[in-house]
């Protein structure tokens, strides 16, 4: 072989691992001026991925350490996200949702287009049905959740059998009976009696949830020009889609008759016909307030008012199709099971971490309500457990990244930073919410924090689970903060007042009336925060039970 020809072998992998090294520094360019952490910009984009699911909580907070008054920026693999300083949260608020969009994140950061979550683009129908119809009436659903929990727990929880004080302790594995839990009141609100107690329903609300997850997992440790093949090869995209498919078969024709019946309703000279809204024409957050609820809006006025009723009356256009509403409601299903489930569990394990006091001191709040005349308004004054829900969630968020935006056009900061067209941002919330400049002492979990201070004069009214403010973000901040939060608030007390009101809980290792035992860590994948899903509690029926509280039923 002529010398020349091994001089050629020689050199040309050489010459490609440049032009491989030169492609990649080329294509981050419309990033050079935002400096970069967890990687090296000459790195393989699957090596910086891989760290990034292994070390996102290290990535991101120590970005924010070393940057927090200028933008810093990651590699994911999907995209290199770009973690604006909280300085820029007010000048972001003002962006309509034509340059930055929120819906368009939350659809890239699902894979939208493979995992059927796009759907989310077509229309604001779930927006529009959250704040028209969900939230005003929390009041009238807190009933029905009640009911079904306490149905859910008589079939779910252990008996604990036993002879009053001396029932046995028994050990449970909170993250599938919590599932199970979430699940029955969820229905129950979504979908009604007879499909929330259907296993049919409940096996698509939580699976099709959980084989996204595991979908996005996987998909994001591959590169992009893999996620065509992977759409076609995945196991657990099949299933996403087959769950979509059963869904549509189930609840498609009682969608059918729903819409059929408001035609009919349509024909009426009274009738007046129902508007949408642009992407840019959000209609302000309803009032947190649950005490004056509006009347439901179901076709028979004496049915129990559900999501599947409120989204029928609530599509226009193209959204009145069976299918398409089916679908919706499997997507309302992943947005709030897991996530409500979730942040349960996390303050289940926060509680029964603490000394016992604070747990009775829980009880003893419920018991003061009880005596007052237990109502639907009672859990916006259980404060004490609004606090301790808080707290857990500052130290445990869903994710630690928040406020995703995706730049529909190109944008220049007041800052200088130069947000190009799609480009992804976000804030870093776990590393602002557990900064000291915000929180005093981050590193104790004080389940009081929020109670005291509430106390202040004119304060009452704030620091609540639910509200937002500029260095609480779990669940955003402004005009496009989750519309489902005050929902998601109120399903997590009731879920908690039936544990705390029928059960004692405590971490295996804790000693009768004494230690509270170690929480179980907390799980981390890419930028989500997980409970741990393998973790047990101790769990002992307590005399009295759930009947103290004077549920109806």
């Not at 939230?135 to 029905?144: C, S």
């Not at 046995?168 to 009604?192: N, Q």
């Not at 007879?194 to 996204?212: A, G, H, K, Q």
């Amino acid at each position: 072989m002529p010398s020349d020809t091994y001089a050629y072998l020689l050199w040309l992998p050489l010459l490609s691992s440049c032009l491989y090294l030169l492609r990649l520094r080329f294509l981050r360019q419309p990033y050079k001026a935002i400096p970069l952490v967890g990687s090296s910009p000459f790195e393989p984009r699957l090596l910086a991925t891989w760290r990034f699911f292994r070390n996102a909580k290290s990535i991101v907070n120590g970005g924010y350490d070393k940057f927090k008054h200028r933008a810093y920026r990651f590699v994911r693999n999907d995209a290199d996200l770009i973690v604006l300083p909280l300085s820029t949260l007010d000048e972001l608020n003002a962006l309509p949702w034509s340059i930055a969009n929120p819906t368009g994140a939350h659809v890239h950061n699902l894979y939208g287009p493979h995992t059927g979550v796009d759907l989310l683009l077509r229309s604001d129908l779930h927006y529009r049905m959250i704040q028209r119809k969900l939230t005003p009436n929390l009041g009238a659903i807190t009933g029905p959740m009640e009911q079904e929990l306490a149905l859910a727990l008589a079939e779910t929880f252990p008996r604990c059998e036993g002879d009053g004080a001396d029932d046995e302790w028994v050990v449970i594995k909170p993250y599938d009976v919590l599932l199970k839990l979430v699940t029955r009141m969820s229905a129950r609100v979504f979908v009604g009696v007879p499909f929330c107690r259907d296993e049919r329903w409940l096996d698509i609300s939580v699976n099709f949830t959980e084989n996204i997850f595991v979908s996005v997992c996987l998909m994001r440790l591959f590169p992009n020009w893999m996620q065509p093949l992977l759409s076609l090869a995945l196991p657990s995209l099949w299933r996403g889609r087959a769950y979509v498919r059963k869904a549509q078969a189930l609840l498609g024709p009682e969608f059918a008759r729903r819409l059929a019946l408001a035609d009919e309703k349509a024909q009426s000279p009274s009738t007046t016909t129902t508007t949408t809204t642009t992407a840019d024409e959000k209609p302000a957050p309803p009032p947190t307030t649950t005490d004056d609820p509006s009347p439901g809006d179901n076709d028979d006025e004496d049915e129990e008012p559900t999501v599947l009723a409120w989204m029928a009356s609530c599509a226009t256009g193209a959204e009145r199709s069976p299918p398409h509403l089916a679908h919706l409601e499997v997507i309302l299903a992943l947005a709030s099971i897991h996530t409500t489930q979730m942040a349960a569990l996390h303050a289940l394990y926060d509680l029964a971490a603490l000394p016992p006091a604070y747990a009775a001191s829980l009880r003893a709040e419920i018991l003061t309500e009880v005596a007052r005349g237990w109502s639907k308004a009672s859990y916006s004054r259980l404060t004490r457990l609004d606090s301790l829900l808080r707290e857990s969630q500052r130290r445990s968020p869903p994710s630690v990244l928040a406020y995703h935006r995706l730049m529909l056009r190109a944008h220049t900061l007041a800052d200088g930073t130069r947000l190009p067209s799609g480009a992804h941002i976000c804030l870093a919330a776990h590393a602002v919410q557990n900064d000291a400049a915000h929180t005093e002492d981050p590193a104790a979990f004080d389940p009081l924090r929020a109670w005291r201070l509430r106390q202040a004069e004119g304060q009452a009214h704030l620091h609540q689970f639910s509200t937002t403010e500029r260095t609480v973000l779990a669940f955003g901040h402004g005009k496009a903060a989750c519309p489902g939060r005050w929902f998601a608030s109120l399903e997590v007390k009731v879920l908690l007042v039936g544990v705390l009101m029928g059960w004692e809980v405590r971490l295996p290792g804790a000693e009768e009336g004494g230690g509270a035992g170690e929480r179980p860590p907390n799980k981390v994948a890419h930028e989500f925060i997980f409970p741990d899903p393998g973790a047990v509690v101790e769990v002992r029926r307590r005399v009295g039970g759930v009947g103290e509280v004077g549920w109806p039923f």
